[in-house]
Structures are given as structure tokens and as C-alpha cells.
């Protein structure tokens, strides 16, 4: 089959696109539009000035194109396929500018990174140091984490790991010193300044989360509490009333506010799915019980919810088990249709396509069912289906 340039669309495009689609002749001035243009433009307009790297050009330049084509196309009489398409590469450009963005990261320091990427723009005469300022101020209070974090634990680091995190600071404080005094002939200074503490500091921030990720538990929302139950249940042979009280007031509350919502939208395999949804179900409404159960059973019950969302990363579809078969790329279409970011009409003509073939027309079945029930489950049936054909070819 042909394949299909898809993307998921925010809902305002893929009802802007179904407007046209039922005949609306013009649609520059809706309300819709009038706001959603406003928004994009900004957006455009913020990646322009924090484009640091000429790399990033093309996507900005590819971005203001399509708007402008896509706002032509909502306001005249240009094909449905065409504008559909607009909007896809519209936001396919803004995708491929966040990803080109990412390649460039200097640092896992969200607050550091940006750092550098601002002193970045400004040197290509992008950015103003007005729309700098905020950005250091982040980046101070990161930085501040950071000391509060050694002076806490540099007892327990040998020498060298010290000196090498004081060395750290040091070409961080150069760094900021050298932004403050907003002089252009240091930009490129204080950003290798930057780089270079911030190669050192992310040890630091990647040791916090690795403590962290310890004393934590995967259960979403309140997994810290949870590992905490459980471990006064390991030290101390019991629950005190004040943990029980915490359990039914304040954790299994957030847990379900969590739960209730987040069941249906697990992305694996149904069979997997319905499996752990109902452990998980099975398991929370046990713990109902917590104060009635025996210690063992209470730590049981709390390690075995943990387990279950444990196994959520490694039941998730990842596109690398899709890459062997022969049209992977519909993998991205099915994404886009689960995200309700694809029009009807486009989903109808993909289903006219998939029944043109016999490799396809399984997954064209898949997503009509889709269509006449709502039912997000024969989504998941098709990209098992694909996954499994992925998976033979790559066996032979």
C-alpha cells in the first residue's frame, strides 16, 4: 500500500480538517483557528529565537511554510488530500525541530542545557538577554540544588570525586560571572564554561535520581510512600496506626484517581493488557483491606502492586519490534490513530488502501472495527498482528 505521511494532530486540526471535509467554505475566522494560529505562531516564533544552532534552521523555515500554506488552504478551495497533508508536515516539522533539539542537548540537566542553548542563540543574534534572565535564575536555583546536595554527602565521596565536583562549581560560577556582565565577546566562553561544569555536575544529578529511584517504588503517583510502607513493615514487624491512616486517606485515593483512567490506556498487547489491568484491579481492591491483613500479607499485597507496575515499561509496544515488518512505518499511522490525532476521512482512506492487499487487509479490519465501535482495543489487535509479523520475518 501507499504510505501515508501521518502525524498525530492536535483535536482543533483534526476538527478544523473534518469542517472541511463536510463542505465549510471558509475557516480563517472561526474562533478555532483564530486562536490555535495564534498559538502556533508563537510557537514558530520561539523556535526562531532559540534556534542556537543553524541545524535548526530548516525545520523552523519548513513550520512557517506549512502554516502559512495550511491557513491558505482552510480559507480556499484546495483539496481535501492536500491540506491534510499540510497540516501533517506542519506538525511533522515541529516534531522534527524537537528532535533535532534533543540531538543537541549538552547536558541531562534540563536547567543547564538550556542555559547553553540560550548563550547559543544570543550569539547568533536570535535571543535578547531580556528573555535570558529567566533562564539563569533557573539555573541558579539548579545550581544551588546541586551544592545543597554535595555539602550534604561530600563526606561519603573519595577525594577525587570531590575536587572533580568543586572543579564542577567553579567553571559554573566562571560561567554565570561571565553572562552577567552580558558582554557578546564572552558568549562563547561562558558556554564552554557551562558544558564543561555541566559534564561534571550531571554525575552529581544522576546520582540524586539513582538514590531516589531506590528509595522509591514503581507504583505511579505514590511510589516513594509505598516503598516507605514497606520498608517499616521490614524494620519494624508492623504498621503504625498512622501509616494505616495515611494508606486509606491519602495513598490509595491518589492511587485510584490514578488508576481509573490510566486502566484503559495501557498500549500493549490486549492479552497483556487485560492480564494486568486485572492484577492491578485485583490487587487494589485486596488492599481495601490493608488494616485487617496480617504484616506479611500487607507487604505481600504492596510488593506485588509494585511488581505489576514494574511490568508495565517492558509489556509497552517499542517501534524497534515493529522494524522487520514490510510496512513499519505503519506503526506511526496506528499511533496517530490512537491519539484521536487523524481524521475520519483519512482513516477511511487508509482502510480503502489496506483492502486493496491481503498483507494489509487484517489491519484495515482492525481499524474498521475501530471506526464502528470506538474501541481502542482493535487498535492494539492490529499492531499485535503487525508485531507478529515482525517477528516471523526477522526468525527467517
Known sequence: MKKPYVVPLPPEVVALLESKHKGAPNLTQSASWIALKSHLT?????????????????????????????????????KLEELTQSAYRLFGALN??????????????????????????????????????????????????????????????????QQALLKGFASMNTAVAQMNTRDESQLADAAANMTNAGSILEHLDKWQREFEMEISCEVPVVGREV??????????GALSTESVDLWYNELAPKIQEFWGPARHDFFMSRTFKDKLVGRIDTLLYELQELENMTPQEQFDNLRALADAFAEVPA???????FEH????????????????????????????DMNQSTD?????????????????????????????????????
Open 315 to 321: 509489556r509497552t509496544y517499542q517501534r524497534e519490534s
Open 96 to 161: 522534527e525541530y524537537a528532535r533535532l533539539r534533543s540531538t543537541l542537548r549538552t547536558c541531562q540537566i534540563p536547567e543547564i542545557d538550556e542555559a547553553v542553548q540560550a548563550l547559543h542563540a544570543v550569539n547568533r543574534g536570535r535571543l535578547g538577554w531580556d528573555e535570558v534572565e529567566p533562564v539563569k535564575e533557573r539555573l541558579i536555583a539548579r545550581v544551588d540544588h546541586l551544592v545543597g546536595l554535595f555539602k550534604d554527602g561530600s563526606e561519603h565521596l573519595p577525594e577525587e570525586i
Open 227 to 236: 516503598q516507605e510502607l514497606m520498608m517499616e513493615l521490614q524494620s519494624n
Open 42 to 78: 508563537q510557537t514558530t516564533e520561539r523556535m526562531k529565537r532559540w534556534a542556537g544552532h543553524e541545524g535548526l534552521d530548516p525545520a523552523v523555515a519548513s513550520a512557517e511554510e506549512q502554516l502559512t500554506k495550511f491557513e491558505e488552504g482552510l480559507g480556499g478551495q484546495v
Open 325 to 352: 515488518h514490510p510496512q513499519p512505518w505503519l506503526f506511526d499511522t496506528f499511533v496517530a490513530v490512537l491519539a484521536k490525532g487523524v481524521p475520519r476521512f483519512q482513516i477511511d482512506w487508509i482502510i480503502e
Open 360 to 396: 494489509t487487509y487484517e489491519l484495515g479490519r482492525c481499524l474498521t472495527q475501530y471506526l464502528s465501535t470506538d474501541d481502542r482495543d482493535f487498535l492494539l489487535d492490529a499492531l499485535d498482528h503487525m508485531q507478529r509479523e515482525s517477528q516471523r520475518n526477522y526468525k527467517v
